[in-house]
């Protein structure tokens, strides 16, 4: 993968850690494409009424070919 790939895909793992990933970018519709982003539409109610946000994150392949990419640089795991 290389480094804007990596960029999108660590950005895309954020979301598993509390913060959405949005992004409109060709590179992101391309990882889509590819199937190792998934669009996702989530919506939560609150006290001030419901909630609906869209972002991206990872599919099963795409966190495997980021994991690896991450074993292959040396870097930690996400």
């Given at each position: 993968m290389t480094n804007l790939y990596l960029t999108a895909a660590n950005k895309a793992a954020s979301l598993e850690r509390g913060v959405a990933f949005q992004s409109?970018?060709?590179?992101?519709?391309?990882?889509?494409?590819?199937?190792?982003?998934?669009?996702?539409?989530e919506s939560q109610q609150s006290a001030w009424g419901l909630m609906t946000w869209e972002h991206y994150?990872?599919?099963?392949?795409?966190?495997?070919?980021?994991c690896k990419s991450c074993d292959d640089a040396g870097g930690d795991n996400v």
């Open positions: 409109k970018s060709k590179l992101v519709a391309k990882l889509a494409a590819d199937g190792r982003l998934e669009h996702r539409k994150a990872l599919t099963h392949a795409g966190r495997i070919a980021y």
